[in-house]
């Protein structure tokens, strides 16, 4: 079991701090590739 995946990570967080979480995994994993979906990103 993930931990990512059994709890809701985007609703804890501020609009702006998830942002920035998607902005970094988009530059380190632009192709989606690690981890697809896990914590709510693509």
């Not at 931990?3 to 989606?32: C, H, R, S």
């Amino acid at each position: 079991m993930q931990i990512g995946k059994t709890y809701q990570f985007k609703e804890g967080l501020q609009p702006d701090t998830y942002k920035l979480i998607q902005g970094i995994k988009a530059m380190v994993d632009p192709n989606g590739r690690v981890n697809p979906e896990t914590l709510g990103l693509e």
